[in-house]
Structure formats: structure tokens, C-alpha cells
């Protein structure tokens, strides 16, 4: 099976990796999701959010970007908290949102000047970040309205996403039909499951782009959260924070998370690294490569709260965001401000700028084939 075409097939073994630890986990299973009108846009579409929990994990979801507004869970006292950065209303979202929560497409992250060329034909994408296209463009995958269907299939609970993207859509060939579904098990772990399929040859690379504060939205720095990545490889990045096409070792850089440290013991270095990103904002190369089935990978934990979460996945990269433009001019839900360093996100997905790179893995879809990717998100277990 040709695993850098994409078409491997992983959108039920996610529960397999629920199920290996369930013996720690609260069980119970959730009500079918309900919906309530959360906006208009400028037009007039309507945005719905959706509420959902089911063991011990409290959702909202919005039917614009599939953005996750809301995950709640305990702390070691069984008090709840939101723990993925927000904001309460639509004109937020619409004016002046770094991704919080969102779906993202069709390419998650950085595209050098916005051009690759694909079966000897060059395509220019929107550009949105300097020079480079990032996430899609300008309206990418975060600024559209999903169809949204409610399921429960047994003890889980969940919704899935539906959008269509147009042939040439930011500058990308092909119409792509896509479909995610967010899945709450009755052990409380949050699985995504992204499916694509196209009609011409593409290139995709879908991604949640979650800020999570484990202390709670709004209570300040992340650099005490413990963090692990196992990855003994990054990609380095130039100025643009575009990839240079080397994948360097992390050891005896600030990089190297292998053992579990605070995010701040070598925040504050002065790597040419960190220069760049103003912080870290960088892929990981984990060492498991691309995968038929989750595997573990990262391990997030708050030890003010207790709070923690481990993300499994079959992508090959995780690009770990540290909150460096996070400015101090948003205000989330909790009424405070978020200012640098107030959340991270770890996003599991494709390296950057991979169609200009041969030698990262391929991020090509062509007609006939099946883009698949999952992810589990498992908290405090």
C-alpha cells in the first residue's frame, strides 16, 4: 500500500486506541448533539453551533470553519474548564481570528510564495502570510459555512462535516469533496476522521488548529505545561518559515522533546530557530513516519490542574505552535486577554510547503483515490 499517496485507510482504528486504554477512562454514552442558531453572516447565512458531551468531554462546534469553540474537561477535583482558546461571538470569528479552533484546508500550513507545480503544470495559490499561502489562503477551509449531521452510533456521539471546494478555489486544481467528522467516545476521547476524494490531481493537507490552554482559556502562560513529542527529527525553516528541506536532529537543541520538559526551560534560548518563529513554530519528523493506524505521539500535561492530553495520529508530522503572535488585542470568552505564550497548538498533519519538497512525504491526491487521515485527541488518562 502506497502510504505517501494518502490512501491509507485509518478512519476506524482510532477506536482501537481508545479501547486500549479504557480500563482508566469514564465510560458513558452521550445524547445526539443538539444545534442552536449562533449568527449571521454578512450575507446572511445562518452558523449554527452544535453542543455535544459524552464522557466527561464538553463540546461546541460551530457550522462556520468547524471550528471548535468550546472543549471543556476536569481538572484533578473533577472541576470543569474550557481549554481551547475562542471567542463568544460570530464577528470574532469572521474579522480577526488566528485560526481558534478551526478546520483547515486545503493546505494546512505554509506554501513557499504560494506556487508548486504538479504534473509539469504551475499553480498559483493565494498568498495571505508575506509571500507565502498559509492554510489555504485568504478564505480557506476556516472561513466557509459545513454542512453539519448529527450522529450517535452506539455509546459515541459526534457530527459530521460536509464541504465541496470548487475547481480552482484559492488557486488549487481540482473540485475536493471533503468530509470530517468529529467523533466524542463514551471514554471521552475526541477522534477526527478526514476523508477527500477529487477530480483532478491536487494536493491536500487537513489539520485542526486547536489552542489549548489546559489550565483553562484565559488563565495566562503555557510555558509550565509539560510537554512530549516523540520526534528526534524537525524541519528546520528560514525567515519566511518556510522549510529549508533539511530534517535537523533535536538533540542539544530547544527542540528536543523527547523526555517530557516544561515548554519554557529552552523557550528563551537565542537559537536562530526561535528567531525566526519569535518562538517555536515548527514540524516535528516523528519517528513513527506515516502510519495505517493512530499512534501515540505527544503527551500534554498541566501539573497546576492535572489536566492532560495525548494526541494519536497517522500523520507523519506535528507542527508545534507555542502562541508567539498571540499580541495582547483578543479577548476570549473568560473576558481576559490572550497574550503570547497564552496557548499552544499542536497541529497533527503533512510537513510544510511538502509539494515543493520531493523529498517530504507526498501530499498528491489524484482521481480514484482517498485522502484519510485521523486523529484522537484523549484526556486526563
Known sequence: ?????????AGATAAGVAAATAGTARATGGAMPTRSLFGKLADGTEVYRWSLANGGTRMKVLSYGGIVQYLGIRDRHGR???VSLGFERLADYVADSPYFGALIGRFGNRVDKGRFTLDGKAHQLDVNDGEN???????GFDKHVWDVEPFTTGSDVGLRLHYTSADGEMGYPGTLRVKVTYTLTRHGDWRIDYAATTDKPTVVNLTSHVYWNLAGEGSGT???????????RYTPV????????ELAPVAGTPFDFRRTKPIGEDLREAHPQLLHGQGIDHNWVLDKGTSARPEWIAALRDPASGRTLRIATTEPGLQFYSGNFLDGTLVGPSGRVYRQGDALCLEAQHFPDSPNQPSFPSTVLRPGQTYRSTTVHSFNR
Open 238 to 245: 528560514d525567515s519566511g518559515l518556510i522549510p529549508t528541506g
Open 80 to 82: 470543569y474548564a474550557g
Open 133 to 139: 499561502s498559509l492554510h489555504g489562503g485568504t478564505k
Open 1 to 9: 500500500m502506497d502510504m505517501s499517496r494518502r490512501t491509507v485507510i
Open 222 to 232: 503555557i510555558e509550565n505545561h509539560e510537554l512530549r513529542i516523540d520526534g528526534s
